[in-house]
């Protein structure tokens, strides 16, 4: 659920409706009331002014809405922009031809993790990451590899959107005590079955993160090879941080 201090205010309930269509693939107006927090009749009134102008777009089942075609070229041109005319995609292909897998670049986005862009190495590998895909921002190497470096505050909001118990939370808090500690995060299974992944943070020049690098591959493929991967990814990263053009 969006934190309900987000939901303050007209233009904090549209960012807060925005936010949640970023999230969820499709929504009724209840389950967007239940997500943020925000009274169903201002839901509502909300969707009615984002549907005239194109942000969100009723669905062909009936009720329920989706992000509509403006927010869909809005994400586009974020994606264009935050991949630095085309510098971040050419060094993720550098990354997946130097280690034969996949490289992805992702951002969080409110409480999930978002691919924004993919290069595939010479070997295939089925994963759950392609550009446009987003997972929950506490499980697997790429979600971790962000958390670990969000304020204690955004890491409680994303606890509490995801509705993990206290152990569970616990449990989480010292993982990503762990991947700052050593700068690089790294699991198998955790999205996907059998998938191990190493993920290296991006920060820009202020220091805040801003994304990730991550490569993957089939566990069986990786064994004996982590550390070659992980100093591979963790170079490209570096790279991607250096990048003058690279937003702040």
């Not at 005319?85 to 986005?109: K, M, W, Y």
């Amino acid at each position: 659920m969006i934190s309900k201090k987000t939901a303050q205010g007209p233009g904090h309930r549209t960012g807060a409706i925005l936010a949640a269509f970023a999230e969820q693939t499709s929504m009724t107006a209840q389950g967007v009331a239940r997500h943020t927090g925000i009274p169903i009749s201002a839901v509502y009134r909300h969707l009615q002014d984002l549907v005239q102008l194109g942000l969100v777009s009723p669905t062909r089942t009936h009720g329920r809405y989706s992000a509509g075609s403006l927010t869909v070229q809005m994400a586009e041109n974020y994606r264009r922009e935050m991949l630095s005319g085309g510098t971040v995609r050419r060094r993720l292909a550098q990354l997946a031809a130097d280690t034969d897998e996949l490289a992805a670049f992702l951002i969080p986005s409110g409480h999930q993790v978002l691919c924004v862009e993919v290069a595939e190495g010479s070997r295939v590998v089925k994963c759950s990451f392609s550009p446009g895909q987003s997972q929950p921002l506490t499980s697997g190497a790429s979600a971790q590899a962000i958390l670990a470096h969000l304020s204690a505050e955004r890491v409680a909001e994303v606890c509490e959107a995801h509705r993990l118990n206290p152990e569970e939370i616990e449990s989480l808090v010292i993982s990503l005590h762990r991947v700052r500690d050593r700068g690089y995060a790294m699991s198998t299974g955790a999205v996907d079955e059998g998938v191990w992944g190493v993920s290296v943070p991006v920060f820009d020049r202020l220091g805040q993160v801003t994304g990730t690098v991550s490569t993957m591959a089939p566990e069986f493929r990786v064994r004996g090879n982590q550390q070659a991967l992980l100093t591979l990814t963790h170079a490209a990263a570096q790279d991607i941080s250096r990048l003058e053009e690279f937003p702040s």
